[in-house]
């Protein structure tokens, strides 16, 4: 710990409130109570699909192709899942292998 | 009516345990050998209770008194929030009392939940909704105190067991993409990070790629036809 007590906390309670803040502003500029704009909605209806989306690539931002063991355990164990899903439309048993396989690979084939 | 709701959402959040019980040690470890003890990670995860920005506070605690950094850096990283919000807008309406902790613990892993599964019948889907929101909450808690009090004890290797949120996501999408004919939304979704992605870095593509999303969501508003909702 550099920080004392009391800067830590400072800096916690500031990350916390910059973090919530992140979350609600949606919620405040369009409160319940007010009839939301139509393009609002229609976003609200896609933006699930987009972000999803999104955070599938937010995920695997740190793949390279430069070299094998830097895409391969990612790329192979989504594809693996991706079959597996389609296949028995499993939740559990597609994240379960899905993970299992990962780990395998990155423990025993691409060290 | 919450007991059912429980007993409704604790299967689905099953994968979200997994991956909060491993991550949350490994960020309870990570503030450990930082001289952040117990009691400092029951706050954090507690009140800020956001997964990739917990592991950013310990750096940013580790480097220094700087509040405009860390405010920048907190909304730069948590930008996407903004999102889940615009997306829950209509699901978190008229529920009350429970509004504020549902929005408050609208992670990545809860927000993607609430897209991905729906209340089965009978069952009360504001009550089901919050348990999924409170579960997580819980176990990221517990995640990271036993990281915090034991993790060193942990010998069996672990890595890569953090790929369970990737897998986590990929089913959701998956699920998602069954769910609709018009695939547009979640193609602009993709390919728009990945075009970020290569412009910008991965340190930096996540504001262009939300931009970009907008952009192409509101281009193609006409042409985009959704089915499960009005």
Known sequence: MILTATESFIMILI??????????????????????????????????YASIGMLV??????????????WLPEIVSVLVIIIIHKWRKNTLLSIGLGT???????QFICK | MRKKAFKAALPMTIPVLTGYLFIGIAFGILANSNGYH??????????IFAGSMQFVAISLLASGFNI??????TIMINARHLF??????????????????????????????????DPPGGVNKDWFYFYIAL??????????????????????????????MTALFVVIFLDQWEKNKDHSPAIIGILSSIICLIIFRAENFIL?????????????????RLEDEQ
């Open chain 1, 57 to 70: 690539i937010y995920c695997l931002k740190d793949i390279s192709f430069c070299e094998r063991t830097l």
């Open chain 2, 38 to 47: 117990l009691g400092w990670i029951l706050l954090m995860s507690t009140f």
């Open chain 2, 68 to 73: 405009l950094s860390v405010i920048l850096i």
């Open chain 2, 84 to 117: 889940y919000g615009l997306s829950m807008l209509d699901r978190f309406k008229n529920m009350g009392k429970k509004k504020p902790y549902m929005i408050f613990s609208l992670t990545d892993e809860t927000f993607s939940l609430l897209c991905g599964v």
């Open chain 2, 208 to 224: 262009p790629s939300m931009i970009l999303i907008m952009t192409l969501l509101l281009i193609f508003k006409t042409t985009i």
């Open chain 2, 135 to 164: 579960l997580n909450h819980i176990y990221w808690i517990l995640g990271s105190l036993v990281g915090g009090l034991l993790g060193s004890l942990i010998t069996f290797n672990t890595q890569g067991i953090e790929f369970v």
């Open chain 1, 15 to 48: 990350i916390a409130i910059m973090t919530f803040l992140t979350r609600v502003i949606p919620f405040i500029l369009f409160p319940d109570n007010k009839e939301t704009p139509e393009t609002i909605n229609y976003l609200g209806n896609v933006l699930p």
């Open chain 1, 100 to 106: 299992i396989l990962y780990m395998l690979i990155v």
